[in-house]
């Protein structure tokens, strides 16, 4: 079946860094959206790519979308504290309804 | 509602027993999700709904498992004889619809159901 696979699993950065996480679908999908969980929460909602090749930015961070729709990238530029959490791709397949495949998701620490 | 609400918060079983979930959606919003989420892990897909019908079952892990909707709103998500690895942060989301296309559109996530089987 359709899997997403998210790295890294991990990531520590010193505050001010830049972060990058990686999402890769073992099919085509039709969509992606982008999560992300504060500790002791639930995840929010980001942003959504559709497009092949598309880049969204959202003031610090920036979301791509591959040409082959197959994986999608999110990176942040000069982290700060608040972006603590855990960020999760979750794809739709091409041909679904309604069903996000969510990745393992990476989970961000940031030292100030 | 302001936003997606799940009941209970937290519920702590025996092994064996049967437990009830509850999802109160988004008014208006006619897409369902369910998931379960274990400690450290990422969000394993169960079911969603689109309406009351629920045309994707596959994520259910066993016949242990169901779910309904009724009204179109409110959905609960049964566990018959849990065992210990049922333990899991159980999350709701809703979405306003499926777009043209089947494309699903935001999920809005609750403060989930912390299932503990002792």
């Known amino acids: 079946g359709q899997q997403v696979m998210q790295i890294p699993q991990y990531q520590h950065v010193q505050e001010g860094e830049d972060f990058t996480t990686y999402c890769n679908s073992s099919?085509?999908?039709?969509?992606i959206q982008w999560y992300k969980q504060r500790p002791g929460g639930h995840p929010v909602f980001l942003i959504q790519?559709?497009?092949?090749?598309e880049v969204k930015k959202q003031k610090r961070l920036t979301f791509q979308f591959g040409e082959a729709k197959k994986n999608s990238s999110l990176h942040i530029t000069a982290t700060q504290t608040t972006d603590v959490g855990t960020y999760f791709c979750a794809g739709q397949g091409s041909g679904n309804t309604g069903k996000l495949i969510f990745g393992q998701g990476t989970t961000l620490q940031v030292k100030p | 509602g302001a936003g997606v609400s799940q009941s209970p918060s937290n519920k702590v079983t025996e092994k064996g027993k049967d437990v009830e979930l509850r999802c109160d959606p988004i008014s208006g919003h006619t897409a369902l999700y369910w998931y379960r989420q274990s400690l450290g892990q990422g969000l394993e897909f169960l079911i969603y709904?689109?309406?009351?019908?629920?045309?994707?079952k596959s994520g259910l892990p066993s016949d242990r498992f169901s779910a309904e909707r009724t009204g179109g709103s409110v959905s609960t998500l049964t566990i018959q004889r849990t065992q210990q690895e049922d333990s899991a942060v159980y999350l709701c989301?809703?979405?306003?619809?499926?777009?043209?296309?089947?494309?699903?559109?935001?999920?809005?996530f609750g403060p989930g159901t912390r299932l503990t089987v002792l």
């Open positions: 709904f689109q309406g009351n019908s629920a045309p994707d």
């Open positions: 790519l559709v497009k092949s090749g």
């Open positions: 099919t085509t999908l039709s969509n």
């Open positions: 989301a809703s979405s306003l619809a499926l777009l043209a296309g089947g494309s699903t559109d935001t999920q809005y």
